[in-house]
């Protein structure tokens, strides 16, 4: 008698943006390497949003009815920071990865990239090249956890741990690091564009001084500070040096040869394979549920495509 077919465990990709989204968005590449899986045959998938007609700041992703009228097996949940939606999610009894962030209110497994050690990394290189003074363009986002109709605006996560490792760096040398330039969180990135066009050259005209280099919280804002440092004539390196951080998606090119940054690179198909392995534990129950969180944190490489000028004195 032949042994009945077993069910493919089938994994929820659950995500703040809409689900129609995913797929073309910055986790595009954490999105297809599940949709691989899927086509292999080894698991079904699906992608869970956030809802039309729920209110985003309030509603970080799915409803929980929504999440258990999918009979999934295990949750994979991207960039959703809010502590007790994710606690809400962790008592469904779910094998639970969280990519992209930490909780720290639950046990949940986590693939983070290693932001502030990236951050010390650029720190240390601006300090060891001879640059004075440092400033860092920061993303700031509306605060999910305040009431609604509130304003409050906090520093995004990711801008945080970058900035903190930069500022770390700095602590024991003579570079100065400027005040951050907040930018809103738009799901627009056009709007970075238009905000830094505007506030770099006021900035810059109220201090009296330009930044001998400038980093922040992603490659999307320092193209952007590129932009703006041309148009105000300056240039890169020459005038201002530059270093961002960067998601890699292996599948294009996406920064025409005269707007690359140096930066420090992460890889997205990394995330999703650690992902996958602390998922297959649970599922597989070599890893009981009552295992502490695990946390895996992939190190950024640095590369560099000659945005940073060596100001450092001739030895004698």
């Given at each position: 008698?032949?042994?009945?077919?077993?069910?493919l465990?089938?994994?929820?990709?659950?995500?703040?943006?809409?689900?129609?989204?995913?797929?073309?968005?910055?986790?595009?590449?954490?999105?297809?390497?599940?949709?691989?899986?899927?086509?292999?045959?080894?698991?079904?998938?699906?992608?869970?949003?956030?809802?039309?007609?729920?209110?985003?700041?309030?509603?970080?992703?799915?409803?929980?009815?929504?999440?258990?009228?999918?009979?999934?097996?295990?949750?994979?949940?991207?960039?959703?920071?809010?502590?007790?939606?994710?606690?809400?999610?962790?008592a469904?009894?779910?094998?639970?990865?969280?990519?992209?962030?930490?909780?720290?209110?639950?046990?949940?497994?986590?693939?983070?990239?290693?932001?502030?050690?990236?951050?010390?990394?650029?720190?240390?290189?601006?300090?060891?090249?001879?640059?004075?003074?440092?400033?860092?363009?920061s993303?700031?986002?509306?605060?999910?956890?305040?009431?609604?109709?509130?304003?409050?605006?906090?520093?995004?996560?990711?801008?945080?741990?970058?900035?903190?490792?930069?500022?770390?760096?700095?602590?024991?040398?003579?570079?100065?690091?400027?005040?951050?330039?907040?930018?809103?969180?738009?799901?627009?990135?056009?709007?970075?564009?238009?905000?830094?066009v505007?506030?770099l050259?006021?900035?810059?005209?109220?201090?009296?001084?330009?930044?001998?280099?400038?980093?922040?919280?992603d490659?999307?804002?320092?193209?952007?500070?590129?932009?703006?440092?041309?148009?105000?004539n300056?240039?890169?390196?020459?005038?201002?040096?530059?270093?961002?951080?960067?998601?890699?998606?292996?599948?294009?090119?996406?920064?025409?040869?005269?707007?690359r940054?140096?930066?420090?690179?992460?890889?997205?198909?990394?995330?999703?394979?650690?992902?996958?392995?602390?998922?297959?534990?649970?599922?597989?129950?070599?890893?009981?549920?009552?295992?502490?969180q695990?946390?895996?944190?992939?190190?950024g490489?640095?590369?560099?495509?000659?945005?940073?000028?060596?100001?450092?004195?001739?030895?004698a």
């Open positions: 008698m032949a042994e009945p077919s077993r069910r465990p089938c994994i929820g990709l659950l995500h703040w943006h809409l689900a129609s989204k995913v797929k073309d968005n910055y986790c595009r590449e954490l999105y297809r390497y599940f949709d691989e899986r899927r086509a292999a045959g080894q698991i079904e998938f699906e992608v869970l949003g956030c809802e039309l007609g729920r209110n985003p700041e309030s509603d970080p992703g799915p409803s929980l009815e929504a999440v258990r009228n999918a009979r999934l097996d295990a949750l994979i949940t991207n960039g959703i920071w809010n502590e007790p939606y994710l606690g809400d999610l962790h469904l009894g779910l094998p639970m990865v969280s990519v992209d962030f930490q909780p720290r209110g639950s046990a949940i497994d986590a693939v983070t990239f290693s932001n502030e050690s990236a951050g010390e990394q650029i720190g240390r290189i601006f300090a060891e090249t001879g640059h004075r003074d440092v400033m860092f363009v993303v700031f986002r509306n605060d999910r956890g305040m009431a609604l109709g509130a304003t409050k605006h906090i520093e995004d996560d990711t801008s945080l741990e970058r900035r903190s490792g930069v500022q770390q760096a700095l602590v024991t040398t003579n570079v100065e690091m400027w005040p951050t330039l907040p930018l809103l969180v738009r799901d627009d990135a056009t709007n970075y564009h238009l905000q830094l505007a506030k050259p006021k900035m810059f005209q109220s201090l009296g001084q330009v930044p001998q280099a400038i980093t922040g919280h490659n999307t804002v320092l193209h952007s500070v590129y932009e703006a440092l041309t148009r105000m300056l240039k890169v390196p020459g005038d201002v040096s530059l270093i961002g951080f960067h998601g890699v998606d292996r599948s294009k090119d996406e920064v025409p040869p005269d707007r940054v140096n930066c420090m690179l992460f890889c997205w198909q990394d995330m999703a394979e650690q992902a996958w392995k602390l998922l297959q534990g649970r599922l597989s129950g070599k890893v009981p549920p009552e295992t502490a695990r946390l895996v944190s992939l190190p490489q640095y590369t560099d495509f000659g945005t940073v000028r060596d100001r450092r004195e001739p030895s």
